[in-house]
């Protein structure tokens, strides 16, 4: 009988509309920039009004990102990158979830959010003068050509750059 009742609440389950929708997650960010991407977006629509807690699973456990009553609709919180005891988390791939207290569930959400605080690096690649041209009779003077790679920068056991 208790199996019987099990699956009968399992399938009426899969058949309720998710009590969340709409999510948006930022894929990367970077705690440490002063940019507008220094703090990772959770956004997600709620069907019903719930008493929620939002966080982000770390390898220490959860840090709550928020938690109180939320009214139906669009739900938008912040997470700055920190752990329950407010220091940076490494750089690595978290997941945020979403607690819906009335609803009584745990919804883990689909998209892992990547911390990064490696700077980009900037080098010159190449420079090189451009000869003279003519375009329609006229004669242009020639110019620089400046070649510039943007990308994170690597370093090897040795501790020199490393491409």
Same mark, same amino acid.
């Given at each position: &009988? =208790?199996?019987?009742? *099990? !699956?009968?609440? #399992?399938?009426?389950?899969?058949?309720?509309?998710?009590?969340?929708?709409?999510?948006?997650?930022?894929? %990367? !960010?970077?705690? /440490?920039?002063r940019?507008? #991407?220094?703090? *990772?977006?959770?956004?997600?629509?709620?069907?019903?009004?719930?008493?929620l807690?939002?966080? $982000? @699973? +770390?390898?220490?456990?959860? /840090? #709550?990102?928020? =938690?109180?009553?939320?009214?139906?609709?669009?739900?938008?919180?912040?997470?700055?990158?920190r752990? =329950?005891?407010?220091?940076?988390v490494?750089?690595? %791939?978290?997941?945020?979830? $979403?607690?819906?207290?009335r609803?009584?569930? +745990?919804?883990?959400?689909?998209?892992?959010?990547? $911390?990064? +605080? %490696?700077?980009?690096?900037?080098r010159?690649?190449? #420079? @090189?003068?451009?000869?003279?041209?003519?375009?329609?009779?006229?004669?242009?003077?020639?110019? &620089?050509?400046i *070649? %510039?790679?943007?990308?994170?920068? &690597?370093?090897s056991?040795k501790?020199?750059? *490393?491409?």
């Amino acid at each position: &009988m =208790a199996t019987a009742t *099990a !699956f009968a609440v #399992t399938q009426r389950l899969k058949l309720e509309p998710s009590p969340i929708s709409k999510t948006q997650v930022s894929d %990367i !960010f970077s705690p /440490v920039c002063r940019c507008a #991407t220094k703090t *990772a977006n959770i956004e997600f629509s709620l069907r019903r009004a719930d008493h929620l807690r939002i966080a $982000v @699973r +770390t390898g220490s456990g959860e /840090v #709550t990102v928020a =938690a109180g009553t939320f009214p139906r609709g669009d739900v938008r919180v912040r997470w700055d990158g920190r752990d =329950a005891s407010g220091e940076l988390v490494p750089d690595g %791939i978290y997941y945020p979830l $979403v607690e819906l207290q009335r609803a009584g569930r +745990t919804i883990d959400l689909p998209n892992p959010i990547r $911390v990064d +605080t %490696i700077r980009p690096s900037i080098r010159l690649a190449q #420079t @090189r003068s451009s000869p003279p041209y003519p375009a329609g009779g006229t004669s242009y003077h020639g110019g &620089m050509i400046i *070649a %510039i790679l943007i990308g994170r920068a &690597m370093f090897s056991d040795k501790g020199s750059l *490393a491409e």
